[in-house]
């Protein structure tokens, strides 16, 4: 039976005082083993760990043995693994202060966070207070922001920066993890978040045209306010660069807009569209000194639970047309900027997509794990749109490309669109005397 340990320690405030709380998390395979044998195994294992934590000087309080059962050969699996707890403390939860055990309790810049024991979470919470500040220090936030948090998790960027902006759009497609986030959300009194659960690559367009309208929209906006200019000359705006007026590709043509168009799903954007509101009523209600004091967990379960569920609602018999909704959502933010933090494979092509070509994403902010494919993204939002786009070009030997070369044959194709520029880069090293580190990259346009 193969087995892998992770041993997590955390620690939080109880009462007055600050304990230290050990979380064990194993991570097994059981093909081929037999059911009664892989219980007596995890009897002596739990047996075992207990003893050995009482015998430490001075004690380990181990509160928590969790085993994820997982057949794939990755230690990356899949959210709907079972867990099995070997040692999960019963809580009273009549007790005043008293806190889950079974999860795992941390902060990062004086915000409490609740979370799944297999939930993504930066165990170097100090290093981590560094990097979120830094990248809201980059991306110039103030209260006529609205931030799109892309591949959110559990909340901590966009709820760490909450208090900077007018409103947090965050997208993770762990459903788990949303719903950590709609809980730390109340737990930290946070009203102006909204978590949707979804790959970036099915909602983010879908999202950006719910509250920023289309890039054809505003496209055709800024044409018409800058047709006649002092000496009555028509100029066309499009990648911020003069048209002269002449008939090259523009992303108002018929074709290109239905390119542009092709990856944002409106039956997507229909169903997110009613939970939006319910979603912030429900954080609005939440009593500001119930979450604070942390005393009902349950109840805070079922609230982000139920924030989860009318997120995947669409509200009928509304009398208020989308359009509407649009316009005084439009409205109510001046400044709007991307947050990406994707995991080790960067962002879908779909989300490059979708970012570059939406001219009202003016600022983006890049919180990269892998360099390699950092610079794959970055040569698709910074590369200069071509005159002659190739549609539908097959390439053999794609196999055997790099994702930077990759990255260059999808440029080919992309829509013509104003590119972002590199403005600053930095490193932060959340993972001391190990070859891996964050990389911090700013781009504009």
């Not at 709907?80 to 810049?109: M, Y």
């Not at 071509?386 to 070009?393: A, C, P, V």
């Not at 053999?396 to 669109?417: D, E």
């Amino acid at each position: 039976m193969r087995c892998a340990v992770s041993s997590m320690q955390y620690k939080f405030p109880v009462g007055s005082a600050t304990d230290m709380l050990y979380f064990t998390y194993f991570q097994v395979c059981s093909t081929g083993v037999d059911e009664v044998l892989m219980k007596d195994e995890f009897a002596k294992l739990s047996k075992t760990l207990v003893q050995g934590a009482a015998t430490c000087s001075p004690p380990l309080p181990l509160t928590t043995i969790v085993v994820q059962d997982h057949v794939g050969i990755s230690n990356v699996a899949p959210a709907d693994c079972p867990l099995i707890p070997l040692l999960a403390p019963e809580v009273d939860q009549s007790e005043e202060g008293a806190v889950d055990k079974t999860r795992i309790h941390d902060h990062i810049s004086n915000l409490r966070f609740s979370l799944s024991p297999t939930a993504f979470f930066q165990v170097n919470t100090l290093a981590a207070e560094r990097l979120y500040t830094l990248a809201g220090d980059w991306a110039n936030l103030n209260s006529d922001t609205l931030l799109f948090d892309v591949c959110c998790g559990t909340g901590t960027i966009g709820l760490t920066l909450a208090h900077r902006v007018g409103m947090v759009v965050g997208i993770e497609m762990n459903e788990s993890a949303v719903v950590d986030a709609q809980r730390n959300a109340l737990i930290n009194g946070i009203k102006n978040c909204r978590f949707v659960c979804g790959k970036a690559e099915d909602v983010m367009g879908s999202l950006l045209t719910e509250y920023l309208g289309s890039p054809q929209q505003h496209i055709a906006a800024s044409e018409s306010n800058s047709e006649v200019n002092g000496t009555g000359k028509k100029e066309d705006i499009v990648g911020g660069a003069e048209n002269n007026g002449k008939s090259t590709e523009s992303l108002t043509e018929k074709n290109d807009s239905s390119e542009i168009n092709e990856d944002l799903d409106d039956g997507v954007s229909k169903e997110l569209e009613g939970g939006h509101e319910q979603c912030n009523e429900a954080v609005r209600n939440q009593n500001s000194e119930e979450a604070s004091s942390l005393v009902n967990e349950e109840s805070i379960d079922a609230k982000a639970a139920d924030c989860s569920e009318h997120t995947k609602t669409r509200e009928e018999g509304s009398s208020i047309s989308k359009n509407d909704v649009l316009a005084a959502t439009a409205c109510q933010f001046k400044n709007f900027v991307a947050i990406v933090d994707p995991p080790r494979a960067g962002l879908h092509p779909t989300v490059i997509k979708v970012l570059r070509t939406h001219p009202r994403i003016r600022r983006l902010v890049y919180i990269s794990c892998n360099p390699d494919t950092l610079v794959a993204n970055a040569i698709e939002l910074c590369t200069p749109s071509t005159e002659h786009r190739e549609k539908n070009k097959g390439h053999r030997g794609w196999r055997n490309m790099s994702s930077a070369g990759l990255a260059r044959q999808r440029t080919k194709s992309m829509p013509n669109s104003e590119p972002f520029v590199p403005k600053r880069a930095m490193a932060v090293d959340l993972f001391p005397h190990t070859s891996h580190c964050e990389m911090v990259m700013l781009f504009e346009r």
